[in-house]
């Protein structure tokens, strides 16, 4: 007569429900600019604050486009044949208009599958079309890597 032996087995871990929420994990201290600052403030702003963009915002606090670094490099470029950066204008003449946003209760994946398909660096977080902060790819890396791999379950 044979008999079977079987050795004793772990359960697997427990899957957790981890925090997965943009809110968990956004910038909410942001540097926002006017529509009317000026093309050369927000340079030296981005360079001074080690940022490479921000959200442009009106007199009411509404969202009303974006201003990044490439937007300023394109006038530097644009004073190449005069020899002189170009950082004369507006922010409402450069910035992007209709930026892409999301809520603060969105899943962490489904922002970053987001920014695979549109390649940008940043989202406004809106609460009642107001805007409450800011998510960007490596605010969603470092919600990822904050996750007990092991363990975690997308709730997505």
Request: hydrophobic share 40%.
């Amino acid at each position: 007569m044979v008999k079977s032996y079987r050795a004793p087995t772990k359960d697997a871990p427990k899957a957790i429900d981890q925090a997965l929420k943009v809110s968990d994990f956004m910038t909410r201290k942001l540097v926002t600019f006017s529509p009317n600052d000026s093309i050369y403030f927000v340079l030296h702003t981005l360079v001074e604050k080690n940022i490479s963009g921000g959200p442009v915002i009106d007199e009411t606090g509404t969202l009303v486009g974006i201003i990044s670094e490439g937007d300023c490099l394109k006038q530097v470029v644009r004073g190449k044949y005069t020899n002189t950066p170009e950082l004369i204008g507006k922010v409402a003449d450069y910035m992007s208009l209709d930026p892409v946003t999301v809520g603060k209760e969105d899943n962490i994946l489904s922002v970053a599958k987001l920014f695979l398909k549109l390649r940008l660096r940043r989202f406004p977080v809106l609460e009642n079309n107001k805007l409450i902060g800011q998510i960007s790819q490596r605010d969603v890396m470092a919600a990822i890597d904050s996750l007990q791999n092991e363990t975690w379950q997308n709730n997505e």
